[in-house]
């Protein structure tokens, strides 16, 4: 064979074993040319093993707001292959700090038994009797649904950390409630004792002097259920609406938290005065209208910072901390006709609209 000939040969057979020394792999089954994974969730992601996802969620199940967070967190993973599994806090119904420490150890004790790829929490509750243990480990966190800033819970500088805020929607449900009630000028704003209102009446108060022919007269923490009572009596001589805002932590004259729909409908059934708040859940109870932070939206974002956490290796740190932006409005056409207000139908074409009381 000519010299050349064969030299040519020889150069093909090194650069075949060339390549194929490339398509080798280490001791660990990494492909030698490719990059390894920065973290286990990259590794997972890369190798197609079934993700482990751990929700937890400060309330429960069959809820609303709850319910459509996770749906939409869901949905930005559809088409990923993830085991989930659900740990209900229930800090609506139970809401004392010796609960939450119990639940938030039983959340613990999952965690690092069972090792998810990712844990995703709901609402404030969550992120701070749980993330907050593991603002240093190295398991990515996800949240959505929380009223306060990363500040208050000393996570600001968390590098496995990102989620999604709960901005109420104050101003737009003020708007829809001015369309309705066009007289209302005085308005109470009502929070029970839970600590996350306070955030949620400062940014009110921020914006409270924005609102056109809208004076929010009084603010106030009320902690039992018989108060709450006596109190929605006394407005009626003193202003023309109701901001209800926080209505799950007033106690019966057990000590126990007197479940928010029967807060409704006893408002419902007794008092005479509009009433409006900032989620759609509530128009079903009674609220006469709303403009609701949109919980799937607040789920679907959270999932998109999960898919991309758990499939395109990005760090937690890298997210900013922003807001969902969409709102729904939600009136009930119960509720105003038992008040005798008449609602226009460009408003009603507007909204959702809840035809009759939620325990009829």
């Known amino acids: 064979m000519p010299y050349r000939s064969i030299f040519r040969l020889t150069t093909v057979f090194l ?24 973290d286990p ?42 085991e989930y599994k659900v740990i209900q806090m229930d800090a609506k119904n139970k809401s004392s700090a010796e609960w939450l420490h119990k639940s938030g150890l039983e959340a613990q004790k999952l965690i690092d038994a069972w090792r998810p790829d990712l844990v995703y929490t709901s609402d ?5 009797y749980v993330a907050k243990r593991y603002a240093a480990a190295s398991i990515p966190f996800v949240f959505s649904g929380v009223n306060k800033t990363l500040e208050s819970y000393g996570l600001e500088r968390s590098l496995n950390i990102a989620g999604v805020n709960e ?58 259920f018989a108060e709450y009572k006596r109190k929605m009596k006394e407005y009626e001589s003193q202003v023309d609406g109701v901001c209800l805002v926080g ?42 209208c709303v403009v609701s932070v949109s919980a799937y939206e607040q789920g679907l974002a959270a999932g998109r910072i999960a898919r991309d956490i758990l499939l395109n290796g ?40 809840v035809n009759k009381f939620g325990w009829e």
């Open 15 to 38: 650069l075949i074993g060339a390549l194929l020394a490339g398509c080798g792999t280490g001791k660990e089954g990494v492909p030698l040319n490719s990059a390894r994974p920065a």
């Open 41 to 82: 969730t990259q590794a997972a992601a890369a190798g197609d093993k079934r993700l482990k996802i751990l929700h937890i969620m400060s309330y429960h199940l069959h809820w609303e707001w709850t319910d459509a967070q996770f749906a939409g967190f869901k949905d930005a993973l559809r088409g990923t292959d993830v």
């Open 124 to 128: 404030d509750e969550a992120l701070e």
């Open 167 to 224: 901005i109420e929607h104050f101003a737009q449900s003020a708007a829809l409630f001015k369309k309705i009630v066009p007289g209302a000028r005085k308005i109470a704003v009502v929070f029970d004792d839970d600590p996350l209102w306070a955030m949620v009446a400062k940014r009110m108060q921020d914006k409270a002097d924005e609102i056109a022919e809208m004076e929010f007269v009084a603010w106030d923490t009320i902690s039992t």
């Open 247 to 288: 209505i799950f932590n007033f106690k019966d004259e057990n000590g126990e938290n007197v479940n928010y729909r029967g807060v409704l409908k006893w408002t419902a059934e007794n008092s005479r005065l509009p009433d409006f708040s900032f989620w759609i859940d509530r128009v079903y109870y009674g609220t006469l």
């Open 314 to 353: 990005r760090n937690p740190a890298s997210f900013s901390l922003q807001a969902t932006t969409k709102g729904e409005a939600g009136i009930s056409l119960a509720r105003a006709k038992a008040l005798g207000l008449k609602i226009d139908s460009k408003t009603l074409l507007s909204a959702k609209v």
